[in-house]
């Protein structure tokens, strides 16, 4: 078997996707989400495996800029549409996909590749690792009350057109970037991703909503897009609210909207997906056990010019640190790097042949590097190897952040 390994060309897109879709399972997405995604992929970003004139293997990259911890944004390839077909799968097509995409994001210049993962077992052989979880809820409204902070009352809240209100949604979600690291920065085109609400997909809910809240001012200072499903039992009404985004600017902006959703006549569970795990909701509730939080993983990262990656990012203490890496797959990481950062100066990340202070993968690294999962904690996993006594308190308490990193979208 002879398999070609090329860039797409854009009239191949359609059978390079109907081969993703096959991969997936085989049902076809909606004709929007599909047109949506056409729009979206970079063509020339995009690998196909022919088998002759059938494709059977694919990997795609966005472009993606990332918020990392201290408020900047990293180059980021955004990994997506990877899928080998039934019949060639387990013999290497995968591995030679991921090969030359991330042999191409480092020619590119992107230091980071981040993705989503349909397995979290798939791509930890790459270099991925989770870097940021996330957190569902599913709140039984009839019974958890919501204690709201002062200022509350003063936000006006009013129903838009998602698509009217999407210039103001877009100006909160902007500067939400710049705070919390793992938001990819909208680039153009993402907006509509929020707007995609094919009626075959709504399951009975309604279509999308809008409410924008308003400070006193009239400024903006947070939107939530939602659905409701009505439901009926012999009790009577017990509907949900299906939130699919709620960004807010400050407390009172997001109290405000969160009493909204809990208060919608005739439904008794707000649910959520895909929110930071250190969500403030969390904190409002009356009963957090009734609001039945789940986390689970969200985004995977992987450093493939591991010195740009972590010299783009801001530290949380002062730290000099001298880390012995290894990394199968992207070699060139490999080895022994001094990360240092004074808080004044730049961050510098050097080769070095000083003696290590810890010892750990690439993959440990990608987890922290969002500054959600700690050092420290992966060592007691036994994933961080502690040469010098006091180097691993001192480095994770410089990587750890003090926001949660979130992925609020899938791509
Ligand atoms: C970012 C995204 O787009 S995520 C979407 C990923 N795509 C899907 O889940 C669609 C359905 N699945 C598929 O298309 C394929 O099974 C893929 C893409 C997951 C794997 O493709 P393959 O060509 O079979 O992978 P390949 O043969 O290169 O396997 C490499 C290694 O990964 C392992 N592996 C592959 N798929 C999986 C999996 N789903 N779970 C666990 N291990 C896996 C293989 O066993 C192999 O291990 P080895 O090196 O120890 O032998």
């Not at 599913?138 to 210039?167: C, F, H, I, M, Q």
């Not at 009172?252 to 008794?268: E, H, M, P, Q, V």
Request: overall charge negative; hydrophobic content about 45%; aromatic content about 8%.
């Amino acid at each position: 078997m002879t398999l070609e390994m090329r860039i797409l060309r854009s009239d191949e897109w359609d059978v390079w996707y109907d081969h993703l879709e096959l991969a997936f399972g085989g049902v076809s997405e909606s004709r929007q989400e599909r047109e949506l995604y056409r729009a979206l992929t970079e063509v020339e970003r995009s690998l196909g495996v022919w088998d002759g004139q059938v494709c059977v293997g694919s990997a795609g990259a966005f472009t993606f800029r990332l918020s990392v911890p201290g408020g900047g944004l990293v180059p980021a390839a955004g990994v997506t549409m990877v899928g080998v077909a039934p019949t060639h799968r387990r013999r290497g097509v995968l591995t030679s996909l991921m090969r030359r995409q991330l042999d191409d994001v480092r020619a590119g210049g992107e230091p980071v590749a981040v993705l989503t993962a349909s397995e979290p077992a798939i791509y930890g052989r790459f270099g991925y690792a989770v870097a940021a979880y996330e957190l569902g809820v599913a709140v039984d409204t009839s019974r958890v009350a919501l204690a709201v902070p002062p200022g509350t009352d003063a936000v006006r809240l009013r129903l838009a057109d998602p698509e009217k209100a999407l210039d103001d949604c877009e100006r909160v979600y902007a500067e939400l970037a710049t705070r919390r690291p793992g938001m990819p920065a909208r680039q153009p085109g993402w907006e509509r991703q929020a707007l995609l609400d094919p009626p075959e997909s709504r399951g009975g809910a309604s279509p999308l909503m809008c409410v924008v809240a308003e400070r006193e001012d009239g400024s903006v200072a947070g939107y939530a897009r939602y659905r409701v499903k009505p439901e009926w039992d012999a009790a009577g009404p017990c509907g949900g609210v299906e939130v699919q985004d709620l960004d807010a600017l400050d407390p009172a902006a997001a109290a405000a909207l969160w009493r909204y959703l809990f208060g919608i006549d005739l439904t008794s569970v707000v649910r959520a997906r895909k929110r930071p795990v250190d969500d403030p909701l969390l904190h409002l509730v009356s009963d957090p056990r009734r609001a039945r939080p789940t986390v689970r993983d969200s985004l995977y990262v992987r450093l493939v010019d591991l010195p740009r990656a972590l010299a783009a990012r801001a530290y949380g203490a002062p730290l000099d640190v001298v880390l012995e890496v290894e990394d199968a797959f992207c070699p060139w990481n490999a080895g022994r790097w001094r990360l240092t950062a004074d808080g004044r100066g730049p961050v510098r990340c050097e080769r070095t042949e000083d003696a290590a202070d810890l010892e750990l993968s690439v993959r440990e690294l990608a987890s922290a590097y969002l500054g959600g999962v700690a050092l420290t904690a992966l060592a007691e996993a036994g994933r961080v190897r502690e040469l010098s006594p006091g180097a691993l308190a001192a480095a994770s308490r410089a990587f750890t952040g003090d926001v949660a990193p979130w992925l609020p979208h899938g791509f």
